[in-house]
DNA sequence: CTGAAAGCGCTTACAG
DNA sequence: CTGAAAGCGCTTACAG
């Protein structure tokens, strides 16, 4: 080790390096001014094979490109940095082979925790996981030892956006809801449902149609919703994606938001505050849940035990609803 | 090494899972089949500290969650993953000093290579950083041993994008330009100027604004161009984030696209597809932008010495343009 | 073709 | 408080 030119043993400056023992003052400065004399930086690799810690985290993402997850990515990178852990980004493409196989690479990197975003992995393979490497997973619900789950409460916020468009006066709100067996989208369609009835609304599966939570899902939905030549004032889809692919339906039919219909997507995307017009939507704190997915990582390294959860939805109204018109 | 359970040295397991070296078939199968039995995964760390390879490569994006550079580093991903290695994502932020800490750290890290897609790096750090790995940078045009530039023409982009304005018959053709000093920004600028000089139309500076490459940015600057009263009958946006707000500017004053006013942008952004109306813009291929950087270091680390270049700009027409409509 | 040995750059018990 | 030693899991010359 280049640093033992201050005259000390390597031992001695792995100490001061990683705090581990106390080292008297006058060794400690002797190694300090080797360290910045030499520029010397300590390998993380030959760390984590001494060590047994490589001071990363594996982070499998579904998309490393995706709008929503993104956000929550610039969160753990942030949190992470603060606390002189990188991240190392993986993607799974909603397939669970995959991200078995994103996981399995991570393990075999040796990273010292493992955050799954989203995903399709069952539940048992997740724990699995846990029994490996602390592990905390957002989007669903589940206990396990070393596991931790943070969940958005789709419920409610479907619940809320909903609930805006029935204050609004709207009564036939039609429904683009997500990818069918998605927990989230599952979760959303019965917040719309529940809304519904507690205004006491007939729910209409002629009103409902999947949209695949993406743009061109949204747009074909919204397209099959018109042809059909259903009759609805107000749509909620249940993402931002997808919202703005029924805007577009919409504007093809020369129907204006929110004159002719009001629109209300999910997740609050940064791009959404941009859509023509932008768009009322439940914000979904992508970065904050970044920053708590990794603060849990954290703090079960240190071995603590995480507790925070998930902020509450928030709707944030724009432009793209308003009262229903009469109509002619 | 668990695997020489197989009745061999840890030399001989090394140098088949590398193919280093021709082993007897007969110790090969065994070998073959005591890491199958054993589900054996090598570490890649450990791998890295003996063999001075990782198998990484370090790639340093602006933001982890950038529109435009997302898709580059899905193309980063697919391309290195055909090759057995991984990427090492870090965000530099559009500032030299956390650039220069990245790249730091991706050596601390040990990677193979690095990759810098942008960014605000001199040239002479980059030379710099090639002189220990080898290394790829795009967005810019330069020459240094172990160094491959990789540029998209920004120039002709730009023209093209002008050039279809003023095949549409318009005259009065604003510009909003991006971040003053970034070099993408002065060739698309430099494009539009040249494109207008072709046509024998006056270049006016009161028709262009600066718009800083984001959404806000471009609503701010369509604004300032309307409340200057300037007349203009189409506008080209130097990226697709600003064409997006000022298609918001344009419609806060009433004024629809593409009847009132032709809208151009530049990039091609998934989200232009679903714009409202749908962006024509030039497309920047950024998929093929990552493959191909991560096709170069992967050649630059088997002594190769890359060639590709990036494909010629394309202009993808939508919805937002059409021949200007004669004024009231 | 294939071992035995040394070493990659650190850290962690183990003894002082 | 601080060395000397062993070891993390692999690879690469070096000899056969």
């Not at 033992?4 to 003052?25: K, Q």
């Amino acid at each position: 080790m280049v640093a033992e030119a201050a005259g000390v043993s390597p031992s001695t400056v792995s100490r001061i390096l990683n705090g581990t023992a106390v080292v008297a003052d006058e060794k400690r400065q002797a190694v300090d001014a080797a360290i910045a004399r030499l520029g010397f930086v300590p390998n993380p690799v030959a760390r984590g094979l001494a060590g047994g810690r490589t001071l990363s985290i594996g982070v499998v993402t579904q998309a490393i490109d995706s709008p929503f997850y993104g956000v929550a990515l610039r969160g753990i990178e942030d949190e992470l940095d603060k606390a002189g852990y990188s991240p190392l980004f993986v993607s799974g493409h909603w397939n669970a082979v995959e991200e078995a196989r994103c996981i399995e690479m991570l393990r075999a990197r040796r990273v010292d925790g493992i955050v799954v975003l989203g995903g399709r992995l069952s539940d048992a393979a997740l724990r699995a996981c846990a029994k490996a490497l602390p592990t905390v997973v957002t989007g669903r619900m589940m206990k396990a030892p070393n596991l931790f789950a943070l969940n958005f409460d789709n419920f409610s916020g479907a619940r809320l956006a909903t609930e805006h468009l029935l204050a609004l006066g709207h009564r036939r709100i039609a429904f683009i809801a997500g990818d069918p067996g998605h927990p989230d989208a599952m979760e959303r369609e019965r917040g719309y449902r529940e809304a519904l009835e507690s205004a006491g609304i007939a729910y209409s599966s002629a009103l409902v149609a999947p949209g695949l939570f993406h743009e061109d899902g949204g747009l074909a939905a919204a397209e099959q919703l018109l042809e059909a030549r259903q009759r609805f004032t107000a749509l909620f889809a249940a993402n931002d994606q997808m919202a703005v692919g029924a805007c577009l339906a919409l504007h093809r039919r020369a129907l204006r938001v929110p004159d002719d219909v009001s629109v209300v997507g999910f997740d609050d995307l940064l791009v959404s505050r941009h859509a023509l017009p932008p768009l009322t939507t439940v914000h979904q704190p992508a970065y904050e849940l970044g920053q708590i997915a990794s603060q849990a990582i954290l703090q079960m390294l240190r071995g603590e035990k995480p507790t925070s959860t998930m902020p509450a939805p928030r709707l944030v109204v724009r432009e793209s609803t308003q009262r229903p018109s009469p109509r002619p």
